[in-house]
């Protein structure tokens, strides 16, 4: 199991948020969104902030960080991580069992991620074989595009996403996650799609138009 940062609003929590942070940071990376976010009308949430593990990344010369995956090239980089994607996945699903285990139904959890984490996010989230509240998707892109169709699960086929972007991105470049919008809304997905004024980072706006979907969401 992965190490996580947790903490919860109340004694009982019945909704949580999985949060994934980017390359080369770690949990304590989103604890600041993760408190700025008013949610009391959902009642008590838990927030799990997990850690990557460390691992060489390509891109920067090898150089050990935490990350999700490798990165093997600038984009558009002669192949993906595949290996690295699905252990990956395999380790966030891990997270989302034990939430359900721990009595939160699964109806009532979000997976969230930023950079590396959104990419981490829906490849997760999507082949996930029970269904999940929604999933939210900031400044990054989906990974195995071309492998999502047939491996998503028929439980998530009409799961909610919330996904933005920064227009002025140069780490993730905004037609990349714009790409990732239009396959993802061609497979059918209900895409709530965000742009904003900023380079590869999180705005109050953005920060305020995703409580407003989070309490749209989980209210339901």
Same mark, same amino acid.
């Given at each position: 199991?992965?190490?996580?940062i947790?903490?919860?609003?109340?004694?009982?929590?019945?909704?949580?948020? &999985?949060?994934?942070?980017g390359?080369?940071?770690?949990g304590?990376?989103?604890?600041?969104? !993760?408190?700025?976010?008013?949610?009391?009308?959902?009642?008590?949430?838990?927030f799990?902030?997990?850690?990557?593990?460390?691992?060489?990344?390509?891109?920067?010369?090898?150089?050990?960080?935490?990350?999700?995956?490798? &990165?093997?090239?600038?984009?558009?980089?002669?192949?993906?991580?595949?290996?690295?994607?699905?252990?990956?996945?395999?380790?966030?699903?891990?997270?989302?069992?034990?939430?359900?285990?721990?009595?939160?139904?699964? /109806? /009532?959890?979000?997976l969230?991620?930023?950079?590396?984490? !959104?990419?981490?996010?829906?490849?997760?989230?999507?082949?996930?074989?029970?269904?999940?509240?929604?999933a939210?998707?900031?400044?990054?892109?989906?990974?195995?595009?071309? /492998?999502?169709?047939?491996?998503?699960?028929?439980?998530?086929?009409?799961?909610?996403?919330?996904?933005?972007?920064?227009r002025?991105?140069?780490?993730? &470049?905004?037609?990349?996650?714009?790409?990732?919008?239009?396959?993802?809304?061609?497979?059918?997905?209900?895409?709530?799609?965000?742009?904003?004024?900023?380079?590869?980072?999180?705005?109050?706006?953005?920060?305020?138009?995703?409580?407003?979907?989070?309490?749209?969401?989980?209210?339901?």
């Amino acid at each position: 199991m992965l190490d996580a940062i947790e903490f919860e609003t109340g004694p009982a929590p019945q909704t949580s948020l &999985i949060v994934l942070h980017g390359l080369g940071a770690d949990g304590r990376d989103f604890e600041p969104v !993760c408190q700025a976010l008013q949610l009391q009308a959902l009642g008590d949430v838990r927030f799990v902030l997990p850690h990557a593990p460390e691992r060489p990344v390509t891109l920067n010369g090898g150089y050990r960080m935490p990350a999700w995956f490798d &990165i093997l090239g600038p984009h558009p980089a002669p192949a993906e991580d595949e290996a690295g994607l699905r252990a990956a996945q395999a380790q966030i699903a891990a997270l989302l069992d034990r939430e359900v285990a721990r009595g939160v139904p699964a /109806r /009532r959890i979000v997976l969230m991620g930023f950079s590396q984490g !959104c990419a981490m996010t829906l490849m997760t989230a999507l082949r996930y074989p029970a269904r999940l509240g929604g999933a939210v998707g900031l400044s990054g892109y989906l990974p195995l595009a071309g /492998r999502t169709a047939a491996e998503r699960s028929a439980a998530n086929a009409d799961l909610p996403l919330f996904l933005a972007h920064g227009r002025q991105d140069g780490i993730v &470049i905004p037609a990349r996650g714009r790409a990732s919008r239009d396959t993802l809304q061609a497979l059918g997905y209900a895409v709530d799609w965000h742009e904003y004024d900023m380079d590869h980072s999180v705005s109050l706006e953005e920060l305020q138009d995703l409580n407003d979907w989070l309490l749209r969401q989980l209210r339901a």
